[in-house]
């Protein structure tokens, strides 16, 4: 099987509102 | 305090801790049930921690379509092959032929996945041309193209 990348997962993350809180 | 739980939280995702970081994250929401940054927090913890049906069940429990976190969604249901939901939030997002960047790449690795190539193809392409070839992600694009090409062959 040909490489295939998860680019999607790169859009998951935490909020940048956590350092403020 | 919860400003000190935060802080813990912070610095456990940070050390890729998300189990720990659940934990005091789950120590926040016993005060404060309906926290959103720690509903958010405990999504992605468990997200990294490849526990999709955990953070959808957060989801759906917790956040209305308003303040819903759509990319988290839509990415547990693609891990989950909960295709017929997918393409629901999907069409529910898109707006003529736009939609944000996140949900097209989960388009092209639904097609993908479902060996719908020509689709995968259609949107790698059309993300190919809007991307900057000094992008880190226009490599990983090409690679994704290339690789629902060959398997049309
Ligand atoms: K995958």
């Known amino acids: 099987k040909p490489l295939f990348f998860d680019i999607a997962f790169n859009y998951v993350d935490f909020p940048s509102t956590l350092s403020q809180r | ?153």
């Open chain 2, 1 to 153: 305090t919860i400003t000190q739980l935060f802080k813990d939280v912070e610095r456990l995702v940070n050390q890729e801790e998300y189990t720990k970081a659940l934990r005091s994250l789950d120590k926040i929401l016993q005060s404060n049930p309906e926290d959103k940054d720690a509903l958010h927090c405990k999504v992605v913890s468990y997200i990294r921690l490849g526990k999709y049906q955990n953070a959808l069940d957060i989801l759906h429990k917790n956040f209305s379509d308003f303040d819903k976190l759509k990319s988290e969604e839509a990415y547990c249901l693609y891990r989950l092959n909960k295709f017929d939901e997918l393409l629901n939030l999907l069409r529910k997002n898109k707006s003529g032929n736009n939609s944000e960047l996140n949900l097209r790449h989960l388009e092209a690795q639904m097609a993908y996945k479902t060996e719908d190539y020509n689709t995968s193809i259609e949107i790698y392409y059309a993300l190919l041309q809007e991307a900057n070839k000094n992008d880190d992600v226009y490599n990983d694009i090409l690679t994704n193209f290339n690789a629902a090409k060959a398997a049309l062959l």
